[in-house]
């Protein structure tokens, strides 16, 4: 089976950048879509095909993919980022997998 | 804009069976593939399985024995079925609108409905 990891949890101050890592074996060769979700909402999809933003979704938030990690990065983070976030890959032998979370507090 | 609402009961005993059902309203319902996706309390998401329109299925192994989803296309709706439930299965059950993107195999969940929290205890 494949699995991916998370750090279970990231601070950053406000407007800073934070970083939150997805790993897993040679993910560079998938495409890794991301989740944002506050507590008791449903997961909300903030990026998808490793970069690509969906409308509606802030500039501050981009992504990135190479070797045995794919990185989920908010610059200038703001309050209301704080939220879980979950990485998501799909191939043909595991289906869908999501990664394990990442909490993010903006201090 | 496509919105999913669930709906199903929150209670179950051990041993019962979960039955949830996600309609779909605002969007086209056909040649797309809906999955079913859940969360226990604090922790990660698990995906469950999909139907598409035509009724094909394809389910997590791990679940796969219990699991049974349908659809319904004259109400836009697909419907989820756990058998033997025990309190392992106590979770958020989301409904998810699955784009696919063919050639380069790219899929991911874009829409969800809202959840629904499923309890099973004695």
């Known amino acids: 089976s494949y699995e991916l990891t998370q750090s279970l949890s990231v601070s950053v101050a406000l407007g800073q950048t934070a970083r939150i890592t997805c790993g897993g074996r040679?993910?560079?060769?998938?495409?890794v879509h991301w989740y944002q979700q506050k507590p008791g909402q449903a997961p909300l999809l903030v990026i998808y095909r490793d970069y690509v933003r969906p409308s509606g979704i802030p500039e501050r938030f981009s992504g990135s993919n190479s070797g045995n990690t794919a990185t989920l990065t908010i610059t200038g983070a703001q309050a209301g980022d704080e939220a879980d976030y979950f990485c998501q890959i799909w191939d043909s032998n595991t289906a869908f997998v999501f990664g394990t979370g990442t909490k993010v507090t903006v201090l | 804009q496509v919105k999913l609402q669930q709906w199903g009961a929150g209670l179950l005993k051990p041993s019962e069976t979960l039955s949830l059902t996600c309609a779909v309203y605002?969007?086209?319902?056909?040649?797309?593939?809906w999955s079913w996706i859940r969360q226990p309390p604090g922790k990660g998401l698990e995906w469950i399985g999909e139907?598409?329109?035509?009724?094909?299925?394809n389910y997590n192994p791990s679940l796969k024995s219990r699991v049974t989803m349908s659809v319904d296309t004259s109400k836009n709706q697909l419907s989820l079925r756990l058998t033997s439930v025990t309190a392992a299965d106590t979770a958020v059950y989301y409904c998810a609108r699955v784009i696919t993107i063919y050639g380069i195999i790219i899929r991911y969940f874009d829409v969800w409905g809202q959840g629904a929290l499923v309890t099973v205890s004695s």
């Open positions: 605002g969007g086209s319902f056909s040649g797309l593939y």
């Open positions: 040679n993910i560079g060769t998938k495409n």
């Open positions: 139907v598409d329109d035509g009724g094909r299925t």
